[in-house]
């Protein structure tokens, strides 16, 4: 038998025994869950006519991020993307910069880069992690980047390097800590894309509260939803007073009248998305160890396998296990496919990791380190599905 076939049956036999057989309808890789509590504060939200960008679930959401995450400020948004492309506005990435990126990311990661004018430079992964390698990152900097004034330019293109943009990929929290060094060495801000890690601590911090601000993403795939939805968090008091402004058209409170003093965006998440959020909130320790449990049976399942192995949270961090995620012993594109092809037949809808974003279309040209950790992990990884119920 082909490597493939017994890779294949070996990914079979695991999700069913996880899973058990699908019967009617497909398993999700990531299903929302909404229950009785949802339902009551929307329709609360509905009654009282505030449903727009001003409200009292917004403010509540705004808190409860707070004391989630530690962060001392949070924004709520109409998206992760919209939160990220503000985030690095905000730290100062100018058109022409090119900012620091992970290929292994979703596109939203880039795009917010290129929607300030700037361009990412893609950067290498961590075999451990899945996260960027800050060791990589800074062997990269040493050698391609020459200092000037107070600025880091890139000694090929001549550009500023404006900012890093690390992810904390599945949940899983990268190495924050020496990201941090490197950044410092280099007078670099970090826009920290938090957008999968909710309730993901590196040590005892939170994600996405050790850079300059994070982000966090509420879209119906993600640990808890609002529909649509993001935030912003810092704890910088200037920065977010500075970002919640940008956020709001740039307008300047007055009983009547319309000023509004720099060209600004309208990304403030509406008071609708926030009651759906509040009640998920409420939530979440439940979510959370549900997807502990799941992520232990699926660990458990594949202690004897051959040609997989799971992708357990980093030691010395807590990951929310958003997507669980097994990985080819041997990296393989063809295999991966196979077992992908396999399991969707069978009604496990399982993904890819996403294609790295280096060779997307419009971001071919893009300037990177070398990456070849990314590309084994492209050949390798598989997300199997993670909902919350499922590890009830
Ligand atoms: C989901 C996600 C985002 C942004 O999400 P939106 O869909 O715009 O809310 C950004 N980065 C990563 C890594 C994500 O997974």
């Known amino acids: 038998?082909?490597?493939?076939?017994?890779?294949?049956?070996?990914?079979?036999?695991?999700?069913?025994?996880?899973?058990?057989?699908?019967?009617?309808?497909?398993?999700?890789?990531?299903?929302?869950?909404?229950?009785?509590?949802?339902?009551?504060?929307?329709?609360?939200?509905?009654?009282?006519?505030?449903?727009?960008?001003?409200?009292?679930?917004?403010?509540?959401?705004?808190?409860?991020?707070?004391?989630?995450?530690?962060?001392?400020?949070?924004?709520?948004?109409?998206?992760?993307?919209?939160?990220?492309?503000?985030?690095?506005?905000?730290?100062?990435?100018?058109?022409?910069?090119?900012?620091?990126?992970?290929?292994?990311?979703?596109?939203?990661?880039?795009?917010?880069?290129?929607?300030?004018?700037?361009?990412?430079?893609?950067?290498?992964?961590?075999?451990?992690?899945?996260?960027?390698?800050?060791?990589?990152?800074?062997?990269?900097?040493?050698?391609?980047?020459?200092?000037?004034?107070?600025?880091?330019?890139?000694?090929?293109?001549?550009?500023r390097i404006g900012a890093i943009v690390p992810m904390h990929a599945f949940g899983h929290p990268m190495q924050i800590d020496e990201l941090d060094l490197v950044a410092k060495e280099f007078g670099l801000p970090i826009v920290e894309d938090a957008a999968e890690s909710l309730g993901s601590y590196f040590g005892k911090k939170h994600t996405g509260t050790f850079g300059r601000c994070g982000v966090l993403s509420f879209n119906g795939n993600k640990t808890i939803t609002t529909g649509g939805g993001g935030a912003i968090f810092t704890d910088d008091e200037v920065l977010a007073t500075k970002i919640r402004h940008l956020a709001t058209t740039a307008k300047i409170a007055h009983e009547w009248e319309f000023i509004h003093d720099a060209t600004a965006w309208?990304?403030?998440?509406?008071?609708?998305?926030?009651?759906?959020?509040?009640?998920?909130?409420?939530?979440?320790?439940?979510?959370?160890?549900?997807?502990?449990?799941?992520?232990?049976?699926?660990?458990?399942?594949?202690?004897?396998?051959?040609?997989?192995?799971?992708?357990?949270?980093?030691?010395?961090?807590?990951?929310?296990?958003?997507?669980n995620t097994f990985q080819l012993v041997q990296p393989d594109l063809q295999t991966r496919n196979e077992l992908l092809a396999a399991a969707r037949t069978q009604g496990y809808l399982c993904r890819p990791a996403w294609n790295l974003l280096h060779k997307l279309p419009m971001y071919q040209n893009s300037p990177r380190a070398e990456l070849p950790v990314a590309q084994m992990l492209e050949n390798s990884l598989i997300n199997v599905p993670s909902s919350a119920n499922l590890g009830s």
């Open 1 to 159: 038998m082909a490597t493939y076939d017994l890779a294949t049956q070996e990914f079979l036999k695991v999700l069913t025994s996880v899973l058990g057989p699908v019967k009617s309808s497909a398993l999700a890789l990531h299903e929302p869950n909404i229950g009785e509590h949802e339902h009551q504060l929307v329709a609360q939200c509905l009654s009282s006519g505030w449903v727009s960008s001003v409200g009292a679930f917004i403010t509540q959401f705004e808190n409860q991020l707070s004391k989630i995450t530690g962060a001392a400020h949070v924004v709520a948004t109409v998206n992760g993307t919209t939160a990220l492309h503000l985030g690095l506005y905000a730290v100062g990435v100018k058109p022409g910069n090119e900012v620091i990126v992970p290929t292994l990311s979703f596109v939203a990661t880039a795009n917010s880069v290129a929607h300030c004018g700037a361009i990412p430079h893609f950067a290498d992964s961590s075999s451990e992690t899945l996260g960027m390698d800050p060791i990589a990152l800074r062997k990269h900097l040493a050698s391609t980047t020459t200092k000037r004034g107070g600025d880091l330019i890139n000694t090929k293109t001549g550009n």
């Open 266 to 323: 309208n990304y403030r998440m509406p008071n609708l998305n926030a009651a759906l959020g509040c009640a998920q909130l409420d939530r979440l320790d439940e979510f959370l160890k549900n997807k502990r449990n799941l992520a232990k049976k699926y660990q458990t399942a594949l202690v004897d396998a051959q040609f997989l192995k799971f992708v357990s949270e980093p030691t010395g961090t807590t990951s929310n296990y958003w997507l």
